[in-house]
């Protein structure tokens, strides 16, 4: 049987479509919340943050929502493109509940694949 | 410059080797990174140097052991490795601290034979 872990959520869209991807956060003092793209052989990139004092960001076709209340966090892609295949990492920034210490925590991350 | 370089890109080691992995930024940086990549897995926080002086140790084992020789250069020695070491090593780095946008470098894939 398969081991608990070992495959990635995946999102599968369409070329030209919308991409919606959620993260779920678990500490309600992180104040900082980034979302990363990381493409195969890659180290993380940098897409978008957000602070906690605003719930909507808006980039370049991207857009992050905030939601303080539920502690959920979504990457909004507009008109996706085979570029944008990749894994997709959001990460809280926050002091940890157990060390009081600034650290930035990723999040397990999603597949995102689009189909031409 | 806006980027991290790592180096090497690969490295195949036996437990009994000693390596190191290096890691350099010129974007004035004083905050530095190592990070650890399971396959699948998101990065994990190892160590955090701020103004070259270790801030933060993840409770990571001493077979790794980071230095900060100057604000631009952060290596990971290594020593005694387990074969369940073998991951992707990130190094990132950001303007003075955790607040600030972290940029990472392409990362060395590790094999720990």
């Known amino acids: 049987g398969e081991s608990v872990g070992l495959h990635l959520p995946t999102l599968s869209v369409q070329e030209g479509d919308n991409s919606i991807i959620n993260c779920a956060y678990s500490?309600?003092?992180?104040?900082?919340f980034i979302w990363y793209k990381q493409e195969s052989g890659k180290g993380p990139q940098f897409i978008i943050d957000?602070?906690?004092?605003?719930d909507k960001r808006q980039g370049q076709r991207v857009t992050v929502l905030l939601n303080k209340t539920v502690k959920h966090l979504s990457l909004q892609i507009a008109a996706t493109q085979p570029g944008d295949s990749a894994v997709y990492f959001c990460?809280?920034?926050?002091?940890?509940?157990?060390?009081?210490?600034?650290?930035?925590?990723f999040g397990s991350g999603t597949r995102l694949q689009v189909q031409p | 410059d806006t980027e991290v370089t790592q180096t090497p890109k690969h490295l195949v080691m036996g437990m009994t080797n000693k390596k190191s992995l290096k890691c350099e930024q010129h974007?004035?940086?004083?905050?530095m990174y190592w990070y650890k990549q399971k396959a699948k897995k998101p990065p994990e926080l190892m160590f955090v140097?701020?103004?070259?002086?270790?801030?933060i140790n993840e409770s990571v084992p001493s077979r790794f052991s980071p230095e900060c020789p100057n604000s631009s250069l952060l290596n990971l020695h290594l020593h005694a490795l387990q074969p369940e070491d073998s991951a992707l090593y990130l190094c990132?780095?950001?303007?003075?601290?955790?607040?600030?946008?972290?940029?990472f470098g392409p990362g060395t894939r590790l094999t720990v034979l």
């Open positions: 990132a780095s950001s303007q003075e601290s955790s607040w600030d946008e972290q940029f």
């Open positions: 500490n309600s003092a992180s104040d900082y």
């Open positions: 957000i602070r906690s004092n605003m």
């Open positions: 990460a809280e920034n926050g002091e940890g509940v157990d060390t009081g210490r600034r650290a930035l925590t």
């Open positions: 974007m004035g940086h004083r905050a």
């Open positions: 140097y701020s103004y070259e002086k270790l801030s």
